[in-house]
């Protein structure tokens, strides 16, 4: 598409005014002092061609040579690409003489161009750089967590407030969101914590049952996996089934409505982001996981009881009974509260990776992936921590 200057008419016309253009484009020098002018005239087509460069190069490389080029476009007629093309040129061969350039006199939309056209080829430059040293490399990386931990802690924060709205009936969110969130958290997940759980009580069972038996203590295996399960694996298992399956669809139902701006929507309507899609997500997930535990830990047990039946020969009374009197209340309810407590982890680190998508589709995928590996790693981090604390208060 051809673009002309504001008194110019289309291109193919010839340009009005004193001294008309040419039908074809043209260039003339002329030295003023220590200024090359460039005279640029005709119509500018790539139809027609474009003048040889080698003329400009031969005034820039004069003796003396100049130090400032300007251009003189007052009999420019109509132009498109070729123009932008040479003058371009011009430009690169001025500054890597080290001469100044007016572009003063170039039509507006010429300008536009040129400007569109230099962006482009810093960017290239940028991509073509030489990689940055070691300690760059350190430096840019301590910056990036250091405004990662500012971030969060900013997230939890601004979350922290919505919950005490929440807390003070001010909060607003959508009930059927919550509703089907919870579906989505709890019903929706049943299958998978249903396999993983009884599997893991399988394995638990078998590795225990080969050790007990040298020793004659096959009973034992059902302390083992009624123990192991309710007081870490429920949980633990539960919480990294539902990183990657609830945690990145946060992050991937977050950045998705980022990218289509939904959340600028409900910025602009005056609604809080923060109250209407983070606070329904944490709910559910934090009502819903301990249920699962509680869940995963029977279906725990109940593998731990398929193997001891049918590898070591113990009754399933005489199992579940073993199992009953190995676990007590205390143990029971600190695996509901770690399991509370990674559902928090789970859905704020989830929420906050969407939150934190760029605005491109590959975008959305990164921070679902980044949500699993974020939730992961604060689950079993607080995990150490758990155990470390229930130790030193005897539980």
Not at 118 to 125: H, K, L, N, S, Y
Not at 327 to 355: M, P
Not at 372 to 392: E, H, Q, Y
């Amino acid at each position: 598409m051809a673009e002309t200057r504001a008194d110019t008419p289309p291109v193919a016309a010839p340009a009005e005014g004193p001294g008309a253009a040419a039908e074809e484009s043209t260039v003339f020098f002329e030295r003023r002092d220590d200024t090359l002018m460039i005279g640029l005239t005709g119509t500018w087509s790539l139809d027609v061609g474009l003048p040889p460069i080698a003329d400009l190069q031969r005034e820039l490389t004069s003796v003396p040579a100049p130090k400032r080029v300007a251009f003189n476009t007052d009999e420019l007629g109509a132009w498109d690409s070729a123009l932008v093309t040479f003058v371009a040129r011009a430009i690169e061969l001025s500054r890597a003489r080290g001469i100044e350039v007016d572009r003063g006199a170039l039509p507006p939309g010429l300008l536009r161009l040129l400007a569109l056209a230099e962006a482009v080829a810093e960017t290239r430059v940028v991509r073509a750089a030489r990689p940055a040293g070691l300690l760059t490399r350190i430096g840019q990386k301590s910056v990036a967590y250091g405004q990662a931990v500012i971030e969060a802690l900013a997230f939890v924060g601004e979350f922290s407030i919505a919950f005490v709205n929440l807390l003070r009936g001010r909060a607003r969110y959508q009930v059927s969101d919550l509703t089907l969130t919870i579906q989505q958290c709890g019903a929706n997940a049943l299958g998978i914590v249903s396999l993983i759980s009884f599997l893991v009580g399988v394995i638990l069972a078998f590795m225990g049952a080969v050790q007990l038996q040298k020793v004659g203590a096959q009973i034992f295996v059902a302390n083992l996996v009624a123990i192991g399960m309710v007081r870490e694996m429920g949980a633990m298992m539960t919480a990294i089934i539902m990183s990657g399956r609830t945690g990145a669809a946060f992050a991937a139902q977050l950045g998705t409505m980022k990218v289509t701006q939904e959340i600028d929507a409900l910025q602009t309507m005056g609604i809080s982001p923060m109250e209407f899609l983070v606070l329904p997500r944490v709910i559910a997930l934090v009502a819903m996981m301990p249920l699962l535990c509680a869940y995963a830990d029977f279906l725990g047990i109940m593998g731990g009881a398929a193997v001891g039946s049918v590898m070591l020969h113990i009754s399933l009374r005489a199992y579940l009974d073993t199992s009953i009197h190995s676990t007590d209340l205390v143990s029971l309810f600190g695996g509901l509260f770690k399991a509370a407590t990674y559902g928090v982890l789970i859905a704020l680190a989830g929420c906050l990776r969407g939150f934190q998508c760029g605005s491109s589709s590959s975008a959305v995928g990164d921070a679902a992936t980044s949500a699993v590996v974020t939730s992961i790693v604060l689950v079993v981090v607080a995990c150490g921590i758990f155990a470390f604390l229930f130790n030193i208060l005897n539980l």
